[in-house]
């Protein structure tokens, strides 16, 4: 089945620095893949959606300067935290839709979790 | 907007024994989709089950099959012959049929007690 790989799975850093976590579909082109944070004990909550080829969408509230998304190729989409502070400090979890395949449901990555120090 | 209202944060249940996990949805659009996702403590969103809300049949899959109310927007989850690996997060999740993105609901807790 479909399979999305989403790199590094657990990341620990500084304050300041800039981290980026990587969302690769291995076996289907992707146009459409999506990133989420989730807070312990809660729910998904999409920052946004990142289409190949083109600026992503941004959900309401979420910083656009802070999170920055490319999707370079229909396989690959990254999700840069610049000067991460404790606060940004979540699980990340990226997914993707096959492009071929219409209406099928997206496909999640195992996510990732960042911890600011 | 449409919103995913998971009402129960918590849920029980004896091992081999029935549970059902609630959901209501608010739309105002005829054609979606509904989905329910497990989510281990692994943290992995593993997808249960799908329904196409022109679909008037419920769907199921093994011990896991949707009760689907489409005037009364309710997508019920039952789990039949709970077994320990079912204990997760659950979450239920909706999608309009011309759009991208899924809204999830608060999720509920499920617990199997052996």
């Known amino acids: 089945g479909a399979v999305v790989s989403q790199h590094p799975s657990w990341v620990i850093c500084k304050s300041g620095t800039s981290v980026k976590i990587e969302c690769r579909s291995l076996d289907f082109q992707a146009t459409t893949m999506f990133w989420y944070r989730q807070f312990p004990k809660q729910s998904l909550m999409l920052m946004a959606t990142?289409?190949?080829?083109?600026?992503?969408?941004?959900e309401q509230g979420v910083e656009k300067d802070k999170f920055l998304i490319n999707h370079a190729s229909l396989t690959l989409s990254t999700l840069t935290v610049t000067s991460a502070h404790p606060e940004d400090s979540s699980f990340y979890i990226c997914?993707?839709?096959?492009?071929?395949?219409?209406?099928?449901?997206?496909?999640f990555g195992d996510g990732t979790r960042l911890s600011i120090l | 907007a449409q919103t995913v209202t998971q009402s129960q944060p918590e849920m029980s249940v004896q091992e081999a024994e029935t549970v059902t996990l609630s959901c209501t949805y608010d739309t105002s659009e005829s054609d979606y989709y509904l989905f329910w996702y497990k989510q281990p403590p692994s943290r992995q969103m593993i997808l249960v089950i799908r329904q196409e809300a022109y679909k008037q049949q419920n769907a199921t899959e093994n011990r896991f099959s949707v009760n689907f109310q489409k005037a009364a927007k309710s997508f019920s989850l039952k789990i039949s012959d709970s077994q320990l690996g079912d204990a997760a997060m659950y979450f239920c999740?909706?999608?309009?049929?011309?759009?991208?993105?899924?809204?999830f609901g608060q999720g509920t807790r499920l617990t199997i007690n052996p």
């Open positions: 990142s289409n190949e080829g083109s600026k992503a969408t941004y």
């Open positions: 997914s993707a839709r096959d492009r071929a395949k219409g209406n099928q449901p997206q496909h």
């Open positions: 999740a909706y999608r309009d049929q011309g759009a991208q993105k899924l809204v």
